[in-house]
């Protein structure tokens, strides 16, 4: 048998004993992504090639324009650095090879032509794993940034959904505080009709 009072309604008799519904769900959290992180493969590739190019076109115009035999590789060095900041391992490992080509070609003995002696080999070898080292370490870098991305979205998700939680028990608890005042009134108004009547009774 309920134990609501007659003076409560059947719908705040419904309100109280309904259960509180599961939060709807809602689209997972994306955080903005830096132009690095957005730019399609092709164009990371592109710009290695071109940055790759520039450093040969800078390079060969200073090389003929001042005279420093051993300034070949610092514009090189940039453009590998910047490929691999901006797309990854493999852009920086294209641009790293586009490089050795070019100071085989253009500054190597003899020149214009990609005939590569034994000699040579060391020094184009060590500028190759120079070029994978900084590659990996910018793939590197990349992925700890994607990482950090989705520690910040997870954690961005955990509060709105405890931010929805909250409010739903918050109103859910305002909704049966309504209902029990509004149940304790009832009461109190019976009571004091049945102390009435009990007076007139006793009189």
């Known amino acids: ?26 689209a997972p959290v ?72 070019a100071v085989e070609y253009t500054f190597t003995e003899p020149k214009y032509t990609f005939g590569m002696t034994l000699n040579e080999v060391p020094k184009f070898l060590v500028f190759f794993l120079t070029g994978a080292f900084i590659s990996w370490l910018a793939k590197r870098q990349r992925k700890d940034e994607e990482a950090l991305l989705r520690i910040r979205e997870s954690l961005e998700e955990t509060v709105q959904r405890r931010t929805r939680e909250l409010r739903t028990a918050n109103a859910q608890l305002h909704s049966e505080m309504e209902v029990r005042t509004r149940a304790e009134r009832e009461l109190q108004r019976i009571n004091r009709v049945w102390r009435v009547r009990s007076s007139c009774n006793r009189g």
């Open 1 to 26: 048998m309920s134990m609501v009072p007659d003076g409560v309604s059947h719908r705040e008799k419904n309100a109280a004993e309904t259960p509180r519904e599961e939060p709807a769900a809602h």
């Open 30 to 101: 994306r955080l903005a992504r830096s132009w690095r992180h957005q730019t399609p493969k092709p164009l990371r590739y592109a710009l290695a090639i071109l940055l790759a190019l520039a450093a040969w076109g800078t390079t060969y115009t200073l090389r003929n324009s001042v005279d420093a035999p051993s300034f070949q590789t610092p514009f090189f060095i940039c453009a590998i650095v910047l490929s691999g900041w901006i797309g990854g391992f493999g852009p920086g490992i294209v641009a790293t090879v586009i490089s050795i080509f």
